[in-house]
């Protein structure tokens, strides 16, 4: 079965630009969150999505926004790039919501590098 | 304030040696704790995930333990390999919003 896989793996854009990452999660999984991982603050939450509806959001401005597909494929857009942007964007999927009692496994993909100038 | 310390932050061990991770939590009401390794560049995997009346479980050399009570785990690390120089970070869900709160990891480096 073909893991999470994330495109583009490299990205380089300049501040107030805008930016499209893409993930597609393992085949069933109608689970995919999204994380920030930085040096400094380590992994942090963005938001997930499950059935093309946003169940939960981390605390990140408005410039971050996502969207699910019927597919399950997910897509999350930052707007006006600062240079704090610059970060590791993991996409994780897994076959229901992460957060429930049972505890579902999340499966990560390798991710998005992005650079803002 | 961090819902979920871990410590060390970083340590060296030499092939060979076991170690143990910690992970103290504040997140309440507790859901269901995680581990993962993350290697250099890659995504992070998970090795174990553990509910609230599960106390320790294992993966291979990796095994992890919950003490619900005192808001406790540790990963324990048996007979270390290079291959286990990683980043675990440790990971705690809640029931009632469903959100992960994550620690900030501890880096190991493994020597021959």
């Known amino acids: 079965k073909a893991g999470v896989t994330q495109t583009p793996r490299y990205l380089i854009k300049t501040r107030g630009q805008q930016v499209t990452l893409s993930c597609s999660p393992i085949?069933?999984?109608?689970?995919v969150s999204w994380y920030q991982q930085t040096p400094g603050q380590g992994l942090q939450f963005l938001f997930e999505y499950f059935s093309e509806t946003q169940r939960n959001k981390g605390n990140f401005p408005g410039r971050f926004s996502g969207r699910q597909f019927s597919n399950s494929r997910s897509e999350m857009n930052v707007s006006t790039l600062e240079l704090g942007d610059s970060a590791l964007y993991l996409c994780?999927?897994?076959?229901?919501?992460?957060?429930?009692?049972?505890?579902?496994?999340?499966?990560f993909g390798p991710g998005t590098r992005l650079t803002v100038t | 304030k961090n819902q979920v310390e871990q410590s060390p932050q970083s340590l060296i061990i030499l092939e060979g040696k076991n170690c143990t991770l910690q992970?103290?939590?504040?997140?309440?009401?507790?859901?269901?704790l995680r581990w993962y390794k993350q290697d250099t560049g890659r995504g992070p995997v998970s090795l174990t995930i553990?509910?609230?009346?599960?106390n320790t479980k294992s993966n291979g050399r990796y095994t992890a333990t919950l003490d619900a009570d005192t808001k406790q785990s540790s990963l324990h690390i048996t007979a270390s390999q290079l291959s286990d120089s990683a980043s675990y970070i440790c990971?705690?869900?809640?029931?009632?919003?469903?959100?992960?709160?994550f620690g900030a990891g501890t880096t190991v480096t493994v020597r021959a």
């Open positions: 992970c103290n939590y504040t997140v309440s009401p507790f859901s269901n």
């Open positions: 085949s069933g999984h109608r689970s």
């Open positions: 990971v705690v869900g809640r029931s009632n919003d469903y959100k992960l709160s």
């Open positions: 553990m509910t609230f009346s599960e």
């Open positions: 994780a999927s897994s076959l229901l919501p992460t957060g429930d009692n049972v505890g579902y496994e999340q499966y």
